[in-house]
DNA sequence: GTTTCAATACCCCAATTGGGTGATTTTCAA
DNA sequence: TTGAAAATCACCCAATTGGGGTATTGAAAC
């Protein structure tokens, strides 16, 4: 699956994949990656669904993707191609410095995260850095991510439970088997509260699903 | 909500509902309720969404319910029954004497289990029973049962573990956060096939949904 | 005093899920 | 050798779920 390998010399073939809704951007770097040596684009997708579809058939060594896209979010693209794709390498391309997307980028599998302003020649340097292992990121996103490290001291794998007392209440009966609409009944709240509470667990949690976020809760 | 009490002298009056398809059943089991002093009957549904709707807000003590209903099963309605109504006792009533029908009813929380042939008096007899905390059983489900908490010796809640290596498998995958198409990919077997051996471990776990057999499994 | 956040609630929409059936094939035990 | 489980896959259908919004209220923070 692995496209790259030794031809002749040292010659190392990084296949490309580009996740990105605005048609120039998609073009600009899709003619940036064709025109440099050792790099091909496989596929270039407008939206996350294409990229879930047609990128594990290609299997690309990195995918560049944009964070606003029309249907999911590149973040959300990020943890399910990574699902499909582990040794995929995942760099986000985007104009959001915003703290929370950034950590939610790289905890959903993300190897590097750069702003849209990044020049060229900078973007095949983070091509070539990932391919060796690199997590590149544009100097303002490393320190924010730097920052975000502190807040979460004791290092370790970044937790969560900021959850407010109502969020972990409703975490609480999900875990004791209860399904969202017993829950409503039994805190007198409607269904549709529960679920948005609900909604608000995943995010924190960092999960899509009640099965996940049940295993979180539980360690 | 309980609508038993003391009037004048000793008289304890105790609401009933039927979940029954077969309208001549309902009918007879209807009229020995009206018959009776000291019962009343609030509610005859002829399946489990009716059932699951209306019950809830008649909230009776006792609910005589068949097994075979016409959209759910009536052990499924059990179980369900039970999380909203938790203090009325439900007794099965049906034809079948299957094993496994038997012990997942109870375990689902019925608190009786009467075959149809019983006789009238015996049912009035089941009622007064069950209203004294008893759990009135035909003689030959009372001898299955007795059989069935042999097999599942060292007493304690009847639990589970006869999942198949490949359920086990299933189950795992689920546990470690896969989605059950992630699972099929995973294992290189169709989506249904998942979703058939899932239904098959919620079954042997008596569970309904991935989260509760996930809260099951990581005990 | 404005801003932020938690809690509440509702809408939309597509995808997933649960439950019910039914069918085929393999394997294994009685 | 007949039969019971397992494992595989399919189809139907309604309900639930996840993800995306928006909106109001009240309390706390600034």
Redesign the pocket.
């Known amino acids: 699956m692995r496209r790259e390998r030794k031809a002749g010399g040292n010659v190392m073939l990084t296949s490309l994949a580009i996740v990105e809704d605005n048609a120039a951007i998609r073009g600009t770097l899709g003619q940036l990656i064709a025109e440099t040596p050792g790099l091909t684009c496989l596929c270039a997708c407008e939206n996350a669904?294409d990229a879930l579809r047609l990128l594990p058939k290609h299997a690309p060594d990195i995918v560049i993707m944009d964070i606003q896209l029309p249907d999911?979010?590149g973040i959300?693209c990020t943890r399910r191609l990574k699902r499909l794709l582990p040794q995929t390498q995942i760099l986000i391309f985007t104009v959001y410095e915003d703290n929370d997307l950034i950590f939610r980028a790289l905890e959903a599998g993300a190897s590097g995260y750069l702003l849209k302003r990044t020049s060229s020649a900078e973007i095949l340097d983070a091509i070539t850095d990932i391919r060796h292992g690199g997590a590149p990121m544009s100097s303002e996103v490393a320190r924010k991510v730097v920052q975000s490290f502190r807040k979460n001291e004791a290092a370790g794998p970044p937790e969560m439970r900021?959850l407010?007392?109502?969020?972990e209440e409703i975490l609480g009966l999900l875990t004791r088997g209860y399904?969202?609409?017993e829950i409503?009944e039994k805190?007198s709240?409607?269904?549709?509260?529960v679920?948005?509470?609900?909604?608000?667990i995943?995010e924190k949690l960092h999960v899509?699903?009640?099965?996940e976020a049940v295993l979180k809760a539980v360690h």
Chains 1, 2 share one sequence.
Request: hydrophobic content about 15%.
């Open positions: 669904r999911l979010s959300e900021q407010s007392a109502r969020e399904t969202p609409k409503g805190l709240i409607s269904y549709e509260t679920r948005s509470h609900l909604k608000h995943y899509r699903s009640q099965t």
